[in-house]
């Protein structure tokens, strides 16, 4: 068929024939249970199935390629929609595939933020190792943390919030080819995680975390699941939730928390949670810190108070607050969500109240106090102090011998204070010092260089030699290595008191001319370039006979 007519027109009765033969006409993804044609057998109507739709530019054969596993041909698919040549699907066109047709691939996940002691224990050969951002999670790897916590993303988008003190299991990680449907199960031997899924196709996709006494059947929500001795607590913020013991599950909707306890004979509870406290409104950008948080007064006593990462999903804090008040602090900029909820008299949160911010804090210069500018210390390790002009600001000293900072011969720590000592001793010297703040984590602001010396003297210069040639005597010492230069003094008094000769030198060797017979005496002393010289050095004899 190669007119273009003919064509058209076969396309149009196949697609009448399929309708009438059933074929549904709904969104992209679907799943249907049934066959594509009258003359499928029973067997075939409980298979699942995945309708595909053709995209501009696709090819049927094309499509078949990328979802089929090697077992199954692009022929067998046409056979299964009743459908003679593959030339007359285009765009918009419909195929039914059996889900066990489509090609599963592990797919890993990826962890997206760590905070604090997190390991990874390997699947293939049971090694633990440091959990790090960005490594990847594959099926049967572990993740335990301890004091830490961590944000796990999936192929599909889906997130997975693991809190202190758990260990989660990745059983399956399966993708459907191209389909963009996933299988994931987990299992949570014990702990916390908060999750959000993804909407799963229904029949087709499937995520499920497992505990020791429950197991919980996701269809695209937010929830918390905490699994412990005494049983498995579910909570579902959003969407809906399948849980309980193998032999009693039950859909959770959103609002309410469901309890199997494993001394009630996994017994199933369910119950409607707290509703989210009622959170004050805050200014959309923080532009300093603390910020007060309050929320209107309720019958509870503690709330649970959580602080996300709004990209990366990274736990900032979690604590129990009283009260209907928090100071929010110690942010770095960025944006997050505060999550409130209240406790219950059983100990049990409710739903939370969200509140988005964003911090942006700007770092101000500090003012400079001590020491004062050409000022001098006689301290190796001088206190250096300033003054913070802004709010929930760091700052350090820095110190450097030129004025461009351009080698840092030491530094203070990171601190909120206004005081701090080098990080090591300085040598005596000229030097140059600033003060750095830093608010926010990522806004900087540097203080004017101020010049400092610190006081000292350069070790004695030291006679290593004397060569006595005809009527000349050539004197040898020791190289000061912070010496620029160094003076030469000649007497025929031991004491010094008379000199008869005085100069500078550049080198460590200078040539003398005597009169023979009287005795002379030479010492000599470091010079350097800024205020320092040294003590001078022991006198030597000289006699040319």
């Known amino acids: 068929?190669?007119?273009?007519?003919?064509?058209?027109?076969?396309?149009?009765?196949?697609?009448?024939?399929?309708?009438?033969?059933?074929?549904?006409?709904?969104?992209?993804?679907?799943?249907?249970?049934?066959?594509?044609?009258?003359?499928?057998?029973?067997?075939?109507?409980?298979?699942?199935?995945?309708?595909?739709?053709?995209?501009?530019?696709?090819?049927?054969?094309?499509?078949?390629?990328?979802?089929?596993?090697?077992?199954?041909?692009?022929a067998q698919l046409l056979r299964y929609n009743a459908i003679a040549n593959a030339a007359i699907l285009g765009e918009g066109d419909r195929i039914r595939i059996p889900l066990s047709w489509l090609k599963r691939q592990p797919n890993p996940a990826r962890v997206t933020s760590v905070s604090g002691s997190v390991q990874l224990i390997s699947g293939i050969d049971g090694r633990k190792r440091t959990l790090t951002e960005e490594a990847l999670i594959r099926v049967g790897d572990e993740v335990l943390s301890a004091a830490g916590a961590a944000t796990i993303t999936l192929a599909d988008g889906s997130e997975v919030r693991l809190s202190p003190n758990s260990r989660l299991i990745f059983n399956r990680l399966t993708q459907y080819g191209k389909s963009g449907m996933v299988d994931t199960r987990l299992r949570l031997d014990r702990g916390e995680v908060h999750t959000r899924v993804k909407p799963v196709i229904e029949g087709g996709a499937r995520f499920e975390i497992e505990t020791p006494s429950a197991v919980a059947a996701v269809r695209g929500t937010a929830f918390s699941l905490h699994a412990g001795p005494e049983g498995t607590h579910l909570q579902v913020t959003e969407g809906v939730v399948d849980f309980g013991s193998p032999k009693q599950i039950q859909r959770i909707p959103a609002g309410y928390s469901a309890t199997v306890a494993s001394n009630n004979g996994n017994k199933l509870s369910i119950r409607k949670i707290a509703p989210a406290p009622e959170l004050n409104p805050l200014p959309p950008v923080l532009s300093q810190l603390p910020a007060e948080l309050t929320w209107t007064s309720s019958p509870a006593s503690t709330y649970r108070l959580d602080i996300f990462e709004t990209e990366s999903g990274r736990w900032i804090e979690s604590r129990e607050v009283s009260g209907n008040r928090f100071d929010i602090s110690r942010l770095d900029n960025g944006q997050y969500e505060i999550h409130l909820a209240a406790f219950d008299q059983q100990g049990m949160t409710g739903m939370p109240g969200i509140l988005p911010i964003e911090v942006d804090l700007q770092a101000r210069t500090a003012k400079l106090l001590a020491p004062e500018n050409g000022g001098s210390v006689n301290d190796d390790m001088p206190e250096f102090r300033w003054e913070l002009k802004g709010e929930n600001e760091v700052a350090r000293v820095e110190i450097a011998e030129d004025e461009a900072f351009r080698d840092l011969v030491a530094t203070s720590e990171w601190a909120p204070g206004t005081t701090a000592l080098p990080s090591r001793p300085l040598s005596p010297g000229q030097y140059y010092w600033r003060v750095v703040t830093e608010a926010g984590g990522n806004s900087v602001a540097t203080t004017q260089p101020r010049k400092l010396v610190v006081n000292g003297t350069l070790p004695p210069v030291r006679i290593i030699s004397i060569n006595y040639i005809d009527s000349q005597v050539r004197v040898f010492w020791e190289k000061v290595d912070t010496a620029a230069n160094y003076r030469m003094q000649l007497s025929e008094d031991p004491s010094f008191n008379d000199i008869i000769k005085e100069a500078t030198l550049p080198d460590t060797t200078a040539a003398l001319r005597l009169i023979p017979g009287r005795r002379y005496f030479v010492r000599l002393k470091a010079l350097s370039d800024g205020p320092l010289e040294s003590r001078w050095g022991p006198g030597r004899e000289l006699y040319l006979e």
């Open 1 to 74: 068929m190669t007119e273009p007519s003919l064509s058209s027109i076969t396309k149009a009765f196949l697609m009448l024939m399929l309708l009438a033969l059933g074929m549904p006409a709904g969104a992209e993804l679907s799943i249907t249970r049934g066959s594509a044609t009258t003359v499928a057998s029973s067997t075939r109507e409980t298979v699942p199935e995945w309708i595909y739709t053709l995209k501009r530019g696709e090819s049927f054969a094309e499509v078949a390629s990328d979802l089929l596993v090697t077992q199954h041909s692009p």
